[in-house]
């Protein structure tokens, strides 16, 4: 039987949202039907969350036969047929994810993906799955490939463990999302983005369903704004800009 690992970025200390378990618990369910079997782990936000992260991935990695990680946030309300597409509809991509919006209140609502409209590029096939600069890291699949195949390309970081006699050694594993430092370039994306600027550049694409929508909740109130309506909200703007450059020409051309 398949195994998947679901890893859960605890937003608020271990405290998880109501709808975000029923999320997950109907998720479990659904990915039996499919004998997909699953572990999840929950990870608490803080300053070496990074650190615990790489060490579940790692330990999953060298103990069981895992097929893929999930990587989610304890705030967010998703589909959970998503995540079933993720592994079983779309197992041949070896990172592929949603997209949800930020609580940033801007005046075109900012998701937690990053892509180029002007070169958008979609699968051959599926003309809902689209390539993108970067993914959000509440919400994405990534293969045990990625990880295993890619090893240089990761930091490492030492320890000191202890053998069977008792005798110290120093260990030396992958530190797959080491932290940005201060003055290092996106240093405010964090250490999940830089993970996936590595893994792009070392030739893996990063895959966004059109349809892939979760939704963040913050507080009472839950930030919901669809890809599809994103892409028609930039295309809109950028349509009245060009509309205003125009006109702005056609006047001066008028003055003169």
């Given at each position: 039987?398949?195994?998947?690992?679901?890893?859960?970025?605890?937003?608020?200390?271990?405290?998880?949202?109501?709808?975000?378990?029923?999320?997950?618990?109907?998720?479990?369910?659904?990915?039996?039907?499919?004998?997909?079997?699953s572990e999840?782990?929950?990870?608490?936000?803080?300053?070496?969350?990074d650190?615990?992260?790489?060490?579940?991935?790692?330990?999953?990695?060298?103990?069981?036969?895992?097929?893929?990680?999930?990587?989610?946030?304890?705030?967010?309300?998703?589909?959970?047929?998503?995540?079933?597409?993720?592994?079983?509809?779309?197992?041949?991509q070896?990172?592929?994810g949603?997209?949800?919006?930020?609580?940033?209140?801007?005046?075109?609502?900012?998701?937690?993906?990053?892509?180029?409209?002007?070169?958008?590029?979609?699968?051959?096939g599926?003309?809902?799955?689209?390539?993108?600069?970067?993914?959000?890291?509440?919400?994405?699949?990534?293969?045990?490939?990625?990880?295993?195949?890619?090893?240089?390309?990761?930091?490492?970081?030492?320890?000191t463990?202890?053998?069977?006699?008792?005798?110290?050694?120093?260990?030396?594993?992958?530190?797959?999302?080491?932290?940005?430092?201060?003055?290092?370039?996106?240093?405010?994306?964090?250490s999940?983005?830089?993970?996936?600027?590595k893994?792009?550049?070392a030739?893996?694409d990063?895959?966004c369903?059109?349809?892939?929508?979760?939704?963040?909740?913050?507080?009472?109130?839950?930030?919901?704004?669809?890809?599809?309506?994103?892409?028609?909200?930039?295309?809109?703007?950028?349509?009245?800009?060009?509309?205003?450059?125009?006109?702005?020409?056609?006047?001066?051309?008028?003055?003169?």
């Amino acid at each position: 039987m398949r195994k998947i690992v679901l890893i859960t970025t605890c937003q608020n200390q271990l405290n998880v949202d109501a709808r975000f378990v029923t999320c997950l618990t109907q998720t479990i369910d659904l990915l039996k039907k499919e004998e997909i079997e699953s572990e999840f782990v929950f990870i608490e936000k803080t300053d070496i969350s990074d650190v615990h992260k790489s060490q579940v991935v790692e330990n999953f990695l060298t103990a069981e036969e895992v097929s893929d990680f999930i990587f989610l946030k304890s705030n967010l309300i998703f589909q959970p047929q998503n995540i079933v597409d993720m592994l079983v509809k779309y197992e041949a991509q070896k990172i592929v994810g949603g997209s949800y919006k930020t609580d940033n209140h801007t005046r075109v609502p900012q998701l937690a993906i990053e892509l180029d409209l002007e070169k958008t590029e979609t699968m051959v096939g599926d003309l809902n799955l689209i390539k993108v600069s970067s993914l959000a890291d509440g919400f994405v699949k990534i293969n045990r490939k990625v990880f295993e195949e890619h090893k240089d390309i990761y930091d490492k970081f030492f320890f000191t463990n202890k053998s069977k006699d008792g005798d110290d050694f120093e260990e030396q594993k992958p530190f797959y999302f080491s932290p940005v430092f201060l003055k290092e370039k996106n240093y405010f994306k964090g250490s999940f983005y830089k993970f996936l600027n590595k893994v792009k550049d070392a030739g893996e694409d990063l895959w966004c369903h059109l349809d892939f929508n979760a939704s963040q909740v913050d507080g009472s109130y839950v930030h919901h704004y669809p890809l599809r309506d994103f892409i028609k909200m930039v295309e809109h703007f950028k349509e009245k800009q060009k509309q205003q450059k125009q006109k702005s020409e056609e006047e001066k051309q008028e003055l003169n």
